[in-house]
């Protein structure tokens, strides 16, 4: 087959990827025959896969919004995909043209084609990083040209951190992430929820297993995704299955029951003033 020249050098076209298994569910083109494979079979198992990614892709647009509604006018993406529909930076700068996007991710698929959508746009970039290293992301050169982190600023951790072993340390990255931000600023997070779930799932995490993909799904309990969130304080409702996370309407859900309750969302404040201690 020939490569397509939006492919870079770098990418393995015969193992499944999934950025662009994502891509694949939402409906976009970004992706190869080994990945529309792997979320086939995904399908057979779990029909209710484009409806898990659909109701998780409106909780994002929708805790965005929610953000600049609070007054953020800059966010920071890590793990932001390959570009689709309603992204980070238009939902933002639809409400606010004034905010600001910041962009990481270790796909080379996704940072090439986040490039080509932003050329345009001098308020959105995108970094080529992996969240295990939360300086090369907070110091590189783009990041500190676009954000400023004396400032509130939105972190957005979506549909991300189940793709990282608990050996990886994601709550020591974490941290570091909570620790550069400025009092004010808000933290969202979705997670694949391990709570309630049937076979199935079990049966997803082995299909991809088998496979040779790089990135393996890790569920969690609502207490370890809460551990991602460290002191900041939860928005209401909490960290709730996404759907049910302020819906604006019949379209935030999803008509599978399980599809509302397989992902964790949630919204969390990073508190004013440090707190005293409870002897004090
Ligand atoms: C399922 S997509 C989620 C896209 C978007 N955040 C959303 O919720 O619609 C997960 C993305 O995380 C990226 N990713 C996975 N592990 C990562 C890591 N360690 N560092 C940076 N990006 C990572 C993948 O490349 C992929 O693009």
Known sequence: ????????????????????????LLGGAHN????REL???VERVRPDS????????????R???????????????????????ANVH???????????????????????HSELMLANNDRARIVHADMHDPDSILDHP???ALLDFD?????????????????????KAMARYREALAPGSYLAITHVSADNQDLTLTEVTDLIKASRSADQLTERSYEQVLDFFGDFELVEPGLVGCPAWRPTGPGDMSDAPEANTLIYGGVARKHDVSRPSSDQ
């Open 142 to 144: 783009q990041t500190r």
């Open 63 to 85: 805790c965005v919004r929610f953000m600049v509604g609070q007054g953020i006018r800059q966010f920071l993406d890590i793990g932001s995909g390959i570009p689709t529909v």
């Open 151 to 171: 400032r509130p600023i939105g972190l957005l951790v979506l549909l991300m951190l189940h793709w990282q072993p608990d050996e990886s340390e994601p709550w």
């Open 1 to 24: 087959m020939a490569r397509r020249n939006w492919i870079p050098p770098s990418v393995d076209v015969s193992v499944p990827n999934i950025a662009r298994i994502y891509d694949y």
């Open 90 to 112: 238009e939902v933002a700068q639809d409400a606010a043209p004034e905010c600001r996007v910041l962009y990481v991710d270790k796909d080379p698929i996704a940072v090439a």
């Open 39 to 41: 979320a086939t079979q």
């Open 50 to 61: 484009r409806s898990v990614v659909r109701v998780s892709r409106s909780f994002l647009a």
């Open 32 to 35: 190869f025959a080994v990945d």
